[in-house]
C-alpha cells in the first residue's frame, strides 16, 4: 500500500505504483508514472509526461521532467525516462527533451548526487555515476558504468563512454572514448581506467588488449585515423577494441586527445 503525506498533491491524473512512498509537500503533476517501490523525498517536483522506474529513490527538492532550458523549445509534448533502482539525491535537476530527441534518459542503477544536472535530450546509461554538481548540457550521451567526478561539466553533443571515468573539477568539449580515465586542462587521456574495469571483472588479457589499442591510437606516431586502419587490418579484434574504433569512427566532436 503506498503512502502519501496529507501535504503532497498528486494529480489525479498520475499513476502510482504498490508500495510508494511520497514525502511532504511533494507535486506529482498529471501523466506522471511512478513504478512500485519508490521513495520520493519532501518538496519534489515531477512534472507531466515523466516515467520513474521501480525501486527508485527521489530525495528531497529534486525537480524531474520541467520544461527545458533552450530558447528552441516551443512547447511541443516531450518527457523524462528514469529506469529502476536508480538514486537522485538532493537538489537534482532532469529536464525533458525537445523535438531533437523528444526525450531525456536516465537509466537503471543509476546514482545522480546533490546538484547534478541532466538537460534537455541526455541519454544517460545504467550503473552510471553522476557525482555532485555535475552539469551536463543537452544533446549530451553518457554510457554505462561510467563515472563523471564531482564538479564536471559536459558541453553539448558530447559523447561520454562505457566505463570511462572523468577527474572531479574538469569539463570536456571533446569526446570522451571507453574505458579511460580523462583529466587535466584541457582534459585529456590519462590512461585506463584499470581499477574500475577489474572491479567489473574484466580479465588482464582483455584489460591488454584494451591498453595496445589505445598506445596504437594516442601514444604512437600515427595519427588516429592511420592507427585505426591499423587496427582494422589486424582482424580477428575483441569487442572491447571494436567498441574503441566505432566510438571514434562515429565521434561527432572529436575525441580527446
Known amino acids: 500500500m503506498s503512502k502519501i503525506h496529507p501535504t503532497a498533491i498528486v494529480d489525479k491524473k498520475a499513476i502510482i505504483g504498490k508500495d510508494v512512498t511520497i514525502g511532504p509537500f511533494s507535486w506529482i503533476q498529471e501523466e506522471v508514472e511512478i513504478g512500485d517501490g519508490c521513495e520520493i523525498g519532501a518538496s519534489v517536483v515531477i512534472c507531466p509526461k515523466t516515467t520513474i522506474g521501480k525501486e527508485c529513490k527521489i530525495l528531497h527538492h529534486a525537480a524531474i521532467g520541467e520544461f527545458p532550458q533552450d530558447l528552441k523549445f516551443h512547447g511541443e509534448v516531450t518527457s523524462t ?89 574538469f569539463r570536456s568539449t571533446k569526446d570522451i572514448p571507453p574505458y579511460i580515465i580523462a ?33 596504437l591510437i594516442l601514444r604512437s606516431k600515427h595519427n588516429v585515423s592511420g592507427a585505426i586502419k591499423i587496427l582494422e587490418q589486424k582482424g580477428d579484434l575483441i569487442p572491447e577494441v571494436n567498441n574503441i574504433i566505432n566510438f571514434i569512427k562515429t565521434s561527432s566532436r572529436g575525441i580527446i586527445r
Request: hydrophobic share 40%.
Open 81 to 169: 525516462e528514469i529506469g529502476d533502482r536508480t538514486t537522485i539525491r538532493e537538489f537534482v535537476t532532469i529536464h525533458r527533451g525537445t523535438e531533437d530527441r523528444w526525450k531525456t534518459v536516465v537509466g537503471s542503477d543509476c546514482l545522480l548526487m546533490a546538484y547534478a544536472h541532466v538537460a534537455h535530450d541526455c541519454i544517460v546509461g545504467n550503473k552510471v555515476i553522476l557525482a555532485n554538481n555535475v552539469n551536463l548540457a543537452g544533446h549530451v550521451v553518457v554510457e554505462d558504468y561510467a563515472i563523471l567526478g564531482g564538479m564536471v561539466g559536459i558541453h553539448q553533443f558530447v559523447h561520454v563512454g562505457q566505463h570511462a571515468l572523468i577527474a572531479g573539477g
Open 183 to 215: 583529466a587535466g586542462e584541457p582534459v585529456s587521456f590519462q590512461g585506463l581506467n584499470k581499477v574500475g574495469l577489474t572491479r567489473r571483472n574484466f580479465s588482464k588479457e582483455v584489460i591488454n588488449e584494451i591498453k595496445k589499442a589505445y598506445q
